[in-house]
């Protein structure tokens, strides 16, 4: 895990220093390159295995680049400056799990969507598995999610009494802190929740009920309609020549694409 802050600091770094500037179509479409960003910390989405970085939505958006005749400059950094770098047009797109929001689409652009999941409850032993029962509970989040916002939504709206909601910067972090009973439930997509799951046999974990589904989508910077474009037309032909399913199966042995 030292290798993988290292590495993201050393990116943070880098980007800071040098300016990458908003590229239109044309423009990505001649260097031959695809410079897209990614969280790189959650599994079995996008993570390293070792100094590898892989994944369903690496391996994914890899394939969709292949099918615009492009390659991937992978950036990798923390999961809550994604979309602001975007917004600064330090990379092309984000691949990251992004739920997709009103309030996200208002200052970037989402792809079609490339799977559908949603936010499930989490705990020891399965103590905790319906919404009514966070009243009184201690909440683990992941910062800069949809999934942050709207249990902090639940908890001020008094719809249920939530003692506290904790974020973290890496959902890794907010499962250990359930593990450790620093926090009574950790919050995460599904999919994340079946792979930890499964890996950590004798934790104990248990998943309860979804909190709200998402449909997640690549982000793109706001107006790139070239680009935007492009990448839907490639998703769909990844998605209708087996690709996608073959992927799909490969990491979840199930299709995960959105049915509605």
């Keep these: 895990m030292k290798v ?3 590495v993201l600091a050393g990116v943070c770094v880098a980007l800071a220093a040098t300016g990458v500037q908003a590229r239109p179509w044309a423009d990505i479409q001649k260097s031959g390159t695809l410079i897209a960003a990614t969280g790189g910390d959650l599994k079995p989405f996008n993570y390293f295995e070792g100094k590898k970085l892989t994944g369903f939505e690496i391996e994914l958006a890899e394939a969709i680049a292949q099918k615009m005749g492009l390659k991937v400059e992978w950036k990798v950094l923390s999961f809550d400056s994604l979309l602001a770098g975007l917004q600064r047009d330090r990379w ?3 691949v990251s799990s992004h739920g997709i929001t009103e309030e996200r689409a208002k200052v970037v652009d989402f792809s079609n969507p490339h799977y559908c999941g949603g936010a499930v409850i989490v705990s020891k032993d399965g103590k905790v598995q319906k919404v009514a029962e966070l009243a009184g509970k201690t909440v683990a989040v992941q910062t800069g ?5 709207r249990l902090n939504d639940l908890k001020k709206s008094g719809e249920v009494d939530i003692d506290s909601v904790k974020n ?3 959902d890794r972090d907010a499962r250990a802190a359930t593990l450790s009973n620093r926090a009574d439930v950790w919050v995460t997509d599904k999919f994340v929740a079946m792979e930890a799951i499964r890996l950590l ?5 248990k998943m309860g009920e979804i909190l709200f589904p998402e449909h997640m989508g690549a982000a793109i910077g ?12 490639a998703l769909a032909e990844v998605m209708a020549d087996g690709t996608y399913e073959k992927l799909s199966k490969k990491y979840f042995d199930q299709d995960i694409r959105c049915t509605d």
């Design 4 to 6: 993988v802050r290292a």
């Design 92 to 94: 092309d797109m984000a």
């Design 145 to 149: 999610t949809t999934y942050l916002a």
């Design 168 to 170: 973290f910067p890496l």
């Design 201 to 205: 046999p004798q934790s104990g974990l």
């Design 222 to 233: 706001k107006g790139n309609q070239g680009l935007l474009d492009a990448f839907n037309k």
